[in-house]
């Protein structure tokens, strides 16, 4: 994210979205980075996306489909795990495609 300019002290981060697979994995990124000194914000049902958001935006892959940020951050566990996670290739390839700049696939 320091390559981007994702910093802490940036003025605007609000162009960054974090997407993780599962709202339990969603929960704790958000919470490791509002440690590590990041403004979050968290994308609900009945949020509105503000492209001039104070802090690093955060949803689901679910939750992402249709929006558009300037960088995207897609974290997933489920790439080649058998037939269980079937769908997970097509969905982080419809995360990273939120991505109006850059994207940056993080996987375990």
Known sequence: ????????????????????????AHDQLMATLRSAGYA?????A???????????????????KGLEFQNVIV????VGQGDRNKWAPQLIYMALTRAKQRAAPLTA
């Not at 981007?4 to 002290?9: A, D, N, S």
């Not at 979050?40 to 609900?44: A, G, H």
């Not at 009945?46 to 949803?59: P, T």
């Open 1 to 24: 994210m320091a390559g981007w300019g994702v910093v802490p002290e940036a003025a605007h981060l609000g162009a960054t979205c974090i997407m993780a697979e599962s709202r339990a």
């Open 40 to 44: 979050v914000e968290s994308i609900e």
């Open 46 to 64: 009945d949020s509105r996306v503000r492209a001039e958001a104070n802090g690093l935006l955060f949803a689901t892959m679910h939750r992402a």
């Open 75 to 78: 974290t997933s566990t489920a």
